[in-house]
């Protein structure tokens, strides 16, 4: 089956969908229909079954032999350019700045115990402050 145009990739990763879709990128097997359901707390196989071949006609996810349902190919879009998968885990971009400007402010404050610049020391935590919590929105606001 061809790929779906990424416009319209972009448009039916919503919702439940996008749910089902992050749930077989987190996992990264083949997974059932029923598995599926049960995890992500569908109503009934058929809605999980609906999304799934939403998946399937964009060319996103693929069908084996035993009828389970595996990753085709990756899509970046809309939320998840807010996000990195690194093996299992799904972490917020803005976390890699937060940690970063965290570890200058830690070296600066224990390279200059005796004589703190206000400026340098309102860069550095404040920097560090502003990421960290620009990261917890992102992550409250994770599709998974």
């Given at each position: 089956m ?17 749910t ?15 598995e ?84 340098a020391?309102?860069?550095t ?12 929105r ?7």
């Amino acid at each position: 089956m061809p790929e779906a145009p990424r416009e319209a990739v972009e448009y039916a990763l919503r919702g439940k969908t996008l749910t089902v879709y992050l749930y077989l990128l987190k996992h990264g097997k083949a997974i059932g229909v029923r598995e599926i359901q049960k995890a992500l707390g569908f109503s009934s196989p058929s809605v999980a079954f609906h999304h799934l071949d939403k998946l399937v006609e964009l060319g996103v996810v693929e069908k084996d032999q035993y009828d389970r349902y595996v990753l085709a190919r990756k899509v970046d879009t809309g939320i998840l350019h807010s996000f990195v998968s690194i093996g299992g885990l799904t972490l917020p971009r803005l976390g890699f700045y937060a940690a970063f400007f965290t570890t200058i402010a830690a070296a600066y404050l224990l390279a200059n115990r005796g004589y703190l610049d206000l400026y340098a020391l309102i860069g550095t935590v404040g920097g560090a402050a502003i990421f960290w919590y620009e990261a917890w929105r992102v992550w409250r606001r994770k599709p998974f």
